[in-house]
């Protein structure tokens, strides 16, 4: 699987959007960039994730540059419940693919009241 | 809540000892995924099974082995426990393991955190 490159950590004001990068110079042409975020003392949780378009779903909206080396994930209004470590994680069907998830060191968020 | 559950959410041993942790996957699922999360190696991929069989294996231990029952719930023994296998142990679930990979979901129990003294 191609490698992610996340800024250890960020911080944010409550009610603020918060734009979380993800660098993935490597991406090939059939690896979905997926998110996830671990809450504090909680297993890790499906956040979004796309191919080459935009995604919009009720936790937050995925933007992908248009040559797919980088992705930001924007949580529109930050929420105190949104403190947590975000996972950008990049899946393929092809070239020996498994089902795993492999989970690089992600991004802490913080949000401040 | 994901709809995974794991139980115990706590378990405290000592080294030499042989401990089972359970994993119910949310219903319908037939894949369920083991992982371990350590502070020094992050979270890694344990071990995967899909409807009973195994189906694909990370840096998981010899002293580690899982299995999946016929009602579709999960179990990861871990024998002859070292210090260092002090972690939370997290089990996920999903409905396929087919080859649809790169738009697999995987939902996440709370985790069982092992203690070895």
């Known amino acids: 699987d191609a490698k992610t490159t996340q800024p250890n950590s960020m911080e944010s004001n409550e009610e603020e959007p918060v734009h979380l990068p993800c660098n993935h110079s490597t991406i090939s042409g059939t690896d979905y960039i997926h998110w996830y975020r671990q809450l504090p003392s909680q297993g890790p949780e499906y956040v979004i994730h796309g191919l080459t378009s935009n995604v919009n779903n009720r936790m937050a909206s995925l933007a992908i540059a248009e040559d797919r080396k980088s992705s930001t994930l924007i949580l529109h209004r930050a929420t105190l419940r949104d403190a947590a470590v975000y996972y950008c994680?990049?899946?393929?069907?092809?070239?020996?693919?498994?089902?795993?998830?492999?989970f690089g060191t992600g991004t802490l968020l913080a949000v401040q009241p | 809540d994901s709809g995974v559950t794991q139980t115990p959410k706590h378990l405290i041993t000592a080294t030499g000892q042989r401990v089972t942790l359970r994993c119910s996957p949310r219903s319908g699922d037939l894949s369920v995924y083991w992982y371990q999360q350590s502070l020094d190696q992050g979270l890694q991929f344990l071990i995967q099974?899909?409807?009973?069989?195994?189906?694909a294996k990370g840096n998981i231990l010899e002293r580690f082995s899982a299995q999946q029952f016929p009602d579709l719930h999960s179990e990861l023994n871990l024998s002859s426990l070292e210090l260092g296998d002090s972690a939370l142990y997290f089990c996920a679930s999903s409905h396929t393991s087919g080859r649809e990979f790169a738009k697999n979901i995987q939902y996440f129990g709370a985790g069982t955190r092992l203690s070895v003294l």
């Open positions: 099974y899909y409807n009973g069989e195994e189906r």
């Open positions: 994680i990049l899946r393929t069907d092809y070239g020996g693919a498994t089902n795993k998830l492999i």
